[in-house]
């Protein structure tokens, strides 16, 4: 560019700039910055809820030609599920392995691939829940949770189950074995011995069961070390709440933080429930959404429905579809719920899935059941013949459900010709084992290995697809979150 050039730039650029200082007003107000929208993140987790029970939940609850909320969910995948070190995970590794992308062996906790899952031993009072982890035996893996409170959103884990049983306790603790429930329970209680000090200033919201873990032996819990964590997570500002009143009664617009320990142990099944005494999930997890919401950044929730893993280890297969059916609903309430502040999701991820399978099956070809009523067993009949109606019938000329297991603790010896009276009223019943391939010890049926169903929706939820491994789901959630 020759002088000439350069002085004819210098003197447009001076024109442009008296011309901007001449057309704004001196005082003109300054128009503040938009606040960023908050993120949030709903991570529901069905215990258990492999494809098999997704299905017979379905017949069970709305017929074969109905639709579950999450089977509405616009985005699928996938998800396999092994473990470090064993092809059938447990709920421990499984569970961490989508909360910090790391593998690990079963009954770890959120740490490192190389850490041993060493049995608790016998504590003070006999109970064996004494750590034995050992000196140098892995390290932590950081959870989307710690993530989250890292970035200043709030925190909260909901579940059926006692809060420091697997699941939950992936999101919050870090520990060589999945039993170690009573140093689980002190990871959640801020500036205690024990606490977990990347949950900042600590978890927002923890609702289930398992007070056991948080009272000491001489008032009737499991703690040997004499602490009463309820009582110190009063002192850090936690409202503390025993029973569905108690939680109804809750304002989240003043309530700081808030711990609800509804039983000593896991919470009864839904088909058991008590509903004027323990709250439903759907419950719990729209009040945690409540509390969760005051802080303007955004949060992580977790949500469990833990109890379907139990009754499908007693092969009780109504207790099952029962308790998936209220994991479904409380998917259902939180959307709704999501939706009255973000309609579109743009904000709002919401994930499903499941942390491994059972061994849950649908036999033989029945003809259709429709939803199981109080004069219709459904999915939990025996089969009858889709052709002619009457009921099927095995070599041994006796009827079978529907639904059976690979492995369990209803296992005929020899012929079952004495079953030949076997039929609805038998198998559709609340306590009804189903019949199992392997013979196993009560509460014994095993996990399965196949892939487990995701589906998500919301924002980012369009990057879940195919078959995936429930490292990438970590990875996935990450970086729709921004966390």
């Known amino acids: 560019m020759n002088r000439k050039s350069l002085l004819l730039a210098g003197l447009s650029a001076a024109l442009i700039a008296g011309c901007s200082s001449d057309s704004t007003p001196v005082n003109a107000p300054v128009t503040p910055p938009v606040a960023a929208a908050p993120k949030n993140v709903i991570f529901f987790l069905g215990d258990g809820m492999g494809m098999t029970t997704m299905t017979a939940a379905r017949i069970y ?209 839904d088909l058991d429930r008590d509903p004027a005494k323990e709250p439903s999930l759907a419950e719990m997890t729209t009040k945690a959404m409540d509390v969760l919401a005051k802080n303007t950044k955004g949060y992580f929730l977790m949500v469990e429905g833990g109890r379907i893993d139990h009754a499908l280890h007693e092969t009780t297969a109504k207790k099952a579809l029962q308790d998936m059916v209220a994991f479904d609903n409380a998917i259902k309430a939180a959307l709704a719920k999501a939706r009255v502040s973000d309609p579109e999701l743009k904000n709002t991820l919401v994930v499903v899935t499941a942390d491994h399978d059972h061994t849950l099956v649908l036999n033989g070809y029945a003809k259709r059941t429709g939803k199981t009523t109080a004069a219709n067993a459904g999915v939990l009949g025996v089969v009858k013949n889709y052709v002619t109606g009457t009921a099927d019938k095995d070599l041994d000329g006796a009827p079978y459900s529907i639904i059976g297991f690979g492995n369990g603790e209803n296992r005929t010896q020899g012929s079952r010709s004495a079953m030949a009276s076997l039929d609805d009223s038998v198998t559709g019943s609340n306590t009804y084992h189903q019949e199992a391939v392997v013979r196993m010890g009560a509460g014994s049926e095993t996990h399965g290995g196949t892939d487990v169903f995701l589906a998500a929706t919301g924002k980012g939820a369009e990057t879940f697809t195919g078959t995936i491994d429930n490292t990438k789901v970590y990875s996935l959630v990450k970086a729709a979150a921004g966390l």
Not at 183 to 203: C, E, F, H, Q, R
Not at 216 to 240: C, Q
């Open 61 to 269: 609850s709305v017929g074969e030609d109905g639709e579950l909320t999450v089977d509405t969910l616009p985005e699928t995948a996938f998800v396999k599920t092994y473990s470090n070190d064993a092809q059938v995970t447990d709920s421990a590794p499984s569970m961490s392995a989508y909360m910090t992308g790391v593998k690990m062996n079963n009954e770890v906790i959120s740490m490192s691939p190389n850490t041993v899952a060493v049995d608790p031993v016998a504590d003070a009072n006999g109970n064996k829940l004494g750590n034995n982890c050992g000196a140098n035996n892995g390290t932590a893996a950081t959870t989307l949770l710690e993530l989250a409170k890292a970035q200043g959103l709030a925190a909260g884990v909901v579940t059926t189950t006692r809060v420091t049983h697997a699941t939950p306790a992936a999101t919050y603790s870090h520990i060589c074995h999945r039993d170690l429930e009573n140093d689980i329970a002190a990871a959640s209680v801020p500036g205690g011995t024990g606490y977990n000090s990347a949950l900042g200033a600590g978890l927002d919201v923890l609702l289930g069961g398992g007070s056991q873990f948080f009272t000491p032996v001489k008032d009737g819990g499991k703690r040997s070390d004499g602490r009463n964590l309820i009582t110190e997570m009063k002192a850090k500002n936690a409202a503390f709440v025993s029973n569905v009143t108690e939680l109804n009664a809750i304002d989240a617009a003043k309530t700081e933080r808030l711990l609800g320990l509804f039983t000593s142990s896991h919470m009864s099944y």
